[in-house]
């Protein structure tokens, strides 16, 4: 079992920046492939980013290339997301995933998530 916490969310004017974090209780962190979806009113869930169990490899959605990273650390359970140039249309509540393959996460179909934190850009 994984539980995922995320924390970071909040409002933002166009252009700039915010860190989301999503903590992952137990001990196989550095098992699992951790991913980034976001969810806009009245949208489907949509594909953000995603990193390999060791971090070497990442994976972006087209529309946050450039503009988002993400990261993680194994020693604190953690998987980042750095947002800048932030746009109104990146609203949305922002989810974290966990599962041991990349095609599961970046499917999204992992086992594991988060319950979500608001991003809100105001234009």
């Known amino acids: 079992q994984v539980r995922l916490v995320e924390s970071g969310g909040g409002l933002v004017q166009a252009g700039g920046s915010l860190r989301l974090s999503c903590a992952a209780s137990g001990r196989t962190f550095s098992r699992y492939v951790m991913g980034w979806f976001r969810q806009a009113p009245g949208k489907e869930r949509e594909f953000v980013a995603a990193i390999s169990s060791s971090g070497d490899k990442t994976y972006y959605a087209d529309s946050v290339k450039g503009r988002f990273t993400i990261s993680r650390d194994n020693a604190k359970n953690t998987v980042y997301l750095q947002m800048n140039s932030l746009k109104p249309e990146d609203t949305a509540v922002y989810y974290c995933?966990?599962?041991?393959?990349?095609?599961?996460?970046?499917?999204?179909?992992?086992?594991?998530w988060g319950q979500g934190t608001q991003v809100t850009v105001s234009s």
């Open positions: 995933a966990a599962d041991e393959l990349v095609r599961t996460v970046v499917g999204g179909r992992s086992d594991y």
